[in-house]
């Protein structure tokens, strides 16, 4: 029926002029890894975005999680809390440095980590806990901060689908020991590739800037063993003018997503709890009745972008799968109902009304064929 319709992409990541032209800039400067750009980029998003705390731009989110559990000092015979309905790199940086990530269930509203549910699988191995802030709603840190000081466990956030997203009026990236951002593609913002961790440590800060540069800060004296995992001048010139932007943006992504609140009928709306600044990362529906494949099958005949995040938890992953594991209901249904539905700054009012309609049509068709 929309054959000639322009089709409405899930995520449209902006290369604009602007973005070419730092690129531009940068490459013709010839200072092209972990210089000026770099320092200026980590000083604006300390600023913007995260009350000021030092930040350390590193090559990618994974990166980042993985640079934060290592300067920790977590590793083998480690165990690390992590919620299982989260992308594979939240637990892969846990592996990573030699750790083993214990999955905890959800909380079935907001999608990020139970504290309860995390709370029953510390275990005497148990160092630290991930949060995820999944979709862009923050995790419960009041709670998960009181259980990490209850015992005595570092806090890693995986802010990398959070950017600007607030609890109380406090950024993501703040409550923890060290928190980790992502600039892919499809994320709030980014820098091609690129992560950057924050944290209010400066001695924690210190050793991340050893631990990315092969352990080096003076050339040739390396102090400890680290990695290559430098940001280049050219990705944070990007990630600049895209922080530059990222306001605005986040302002369209809550605008849509308010106005898909109130046109969609029959699919559970994303909730925001008291207190909370979502940043709509993801606009996630949970679909009743089982219709959830059938509707983002319906909705991609009508040329909408939808996706799932995430088909398959962690834990059922192939590396994770572990059949002794104790069960994750929460997780397991969340998998089996969400669906996100394009709510990126580059979706119109027309494209919101379109995708509403559709969803609803579809729904009342599926219901009555049940
Ligand atoms: C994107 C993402 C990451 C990894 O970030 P990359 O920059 O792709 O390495 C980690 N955790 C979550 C929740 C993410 O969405």
């Not at 770099?38 to 009350?51: N, P, R």
């Not at 923890?176 to 690129?194: D, I, Q, R, V, W």
């Not at 990222?246 to 909730?271: C, I």
């Not at 088909?311 to 969340?334: C, M, Q, S, V, W």
Request: negative net charge; charged residues 20%.
């Amino acid at each position: 029926m929309s054959g000639s319709a322009p089709a409405v992409p899930a995520a449209r990541p902006v290369i604009g002029e602007a973005e070419i032209e730092a690129a531009v800039r940068v490459l013709r400067s010839g200072r092209v890894v972990q210089g000026p750009e770099v320092a200026a980029f980590e000083e604006e998003f300390g600023e913007q975005l995260v009350d000021g705390l030092h930040c350390v731009a590193v090559n990618s989110g994974t990166s980042a999680l993985q640079l934060s559990l290592m300067a920790l000092g977590i590793g083998r015979g480690d165990e690390v809390v992590v919620p299982s309905f989260s992308f594979a790199a939240s637990a892969n940086a846990v592996r990573l440095v030699g750790a083993e990530p214990v999955f905890a269930d959800i909380d079935p509203v907001t999608y990020c980590l139970d504290p309860s549910a995390a709370a029953a699988v510390i275990g005497p191995r148990t160092v630290a806990v991930m949060p995820v802030h999944l979709y862009g709603h923050p995790a419960d840190m009041d709670r998960i901060m009181k259980l990490a000081g209850r015992h005595n466990l570092a806090i890693v956030e995986d802010a990398c689908q959070a950017h600007g997203a607030l609890l109380h009026g406090r950024p993501v990236g703040g409550f923890g020991s060290a928190a980790a951002f992502s600039f892919y593609p499809t994320k709030n913002m980014h820098a091609l590739e690129g992560g950057m961790i924050a944290t209010d440590d400066s001695e924690l800060a210190r050793t991340l800037r050893l631990l990315r540069n092969q352990g080096m800060e003076e050339r040739y004296a390396n102090e400890i063993v680290g990695a290559n995992m430098r940001m280049t001048d050219v990705a944070a010139a990007i990630g600049r003018v895209q922080l530059g932007q990222l306001p605005e943006w986040t302002e369209r992504r809550r605008a849509n997503a308010k106005t898909l609140d109130s046109l969609l009928e029959s699919v559970g709306t994303p909730q925001a709890g008291d207190g909370v600044q979502h940043v709509y990362h993801q606009y996630t529906v949970r679909v009743p009745g089982g219709h959830r494949d059938a509707l983002a099958d319906a909705l991609r005949e009508r040329g909408i972008g939808c996706a799932v995040y995430y088909p398959t938890p962690i834990h059922r992953l192939r590396p994770y799968n572990d059949p002794a594991r104790p069960p994750l209901p929460e997780t397991d249904r969340a998998c089996e109902a969400v669906l996100s539905l394009p709510v990126h700054p580059g979706v119109g009012e027309g494209e919101l009304r379109r995708i509403a309609e559709a969803v609803n049509e579809v729904m009342a068709d599926l219901e009555a064929d049940a």
